[in-house]
């Protein structure tokens, strides 16, 4: 069974702070998506990397694969109350192209 | 465009009990999921379509639980009976084709809790 850890589990920081929130596996993944899920909602995508090393940027958001495609990382410049959420990642394997296996989540809060 | 939508939001049951959640995928969506998300943990897929046929059900708890998916469009999963690890939020989740790289839309969850 694949695993993807999910760190830290918890986050409450101060508008304009930065955080990273990092998300590690021992299996390859052939893709790997960032979701954010608000209370009573779905997860949202936020972006989806491909290619080890890739870094994909989305406003204040930057999203790393690592070299390995093992792991990922989410930054946030920044941060402010509307980060707020559960922040996801989730993996593809390439034996098993469309099932997502999600990580363990982190809860961010962002206080004024 | 509609969003995936799903019924109920909310539910309340007796172990033992029986219960069902319908979800409505985004029109033109090959791909239908279903997720288990406890409290506090990322969610857990219990079984995936591809329009009315399964692609995967290696974590379904095929004992309890059950799924169709008639005429490949709406999509109901099933409880009978139900225990008190299944309180949890029921996700549904929709695709174009079916991809691990495509963006899958999640519908707002049924909110289980067992007694």
């Known amino acids: 069974t694949q695993l993807l850890e999910q760190s830290p589990q918890f986050l409450s920081i101060q508008e304009g702070e930065n955080l990273t929130v990092y998300c590690n596996s021992s299996s390859v993944f052939s893709s790997l998506q960032w979701y954010r899920q608000e209370p009573g909602e779905g997860p949202v995508l936020l972006v989806t990397?491909?290619?080890?090393?890739e870094v994909k940027k989305l406003k204040r958001l930057t999203f790393q694969f690592g070299d390995a495609r093992k792991d990922s990382s989410l930054h946030i410049t920044a941060a402010q109350p509307g980060d707020t959420g559960l922040y996801l990642c989730?993996?593809?394997?390439?034996?098993?192209?469309?099932?997502?296996?999600f990580g363990t989540g982190t809860r961010l809060q962002v206080t004024l | 465009e509609a969003g995936v939508a799903q019924s109920p939001r909310y539910k309340i049951i007796e172990k033992r009990q029986s219960v069902a959640f319908w979800c409505n995928p985004i029109s033109g969506h090959a791909t239908l999921y279903w997720y288990q998300q406890i409290l506090g943990q990322g969610p857990k897929l219990l079984i995936q379509?591809?329009?009315?046929?399964?692609?995967?059900d290696s974590q379904l708890p095929k004992d309890r639980f059950s799924a169709e998916r008639l005429k490949g469009v709406d999509s109901t999963l099933k409880i009978q009976p139900a225990k008190l690890e299944d309180s949890a939020v029921y996700l549904c989740?929709?695709?174009?084709?079916?991809?691990?790289?495509?963006?899958?839309?999640f519908g707002p969850g049924t909110r289980l809790l067992v007694l």
């Open positions: 989740a929709s695709s174009l084709i079916g991809t691990g790289q495509e963006t899958q839309y």
């Open positions: 379509f591809q329009n009315n046929g399964v692609v995967d």
């Open positions: 989730a993996g593809a394997s390439a034996g098993t192209a469309s099932k997502l296996t």
């Open positions: 990397v491909v290619t080890g090393g």
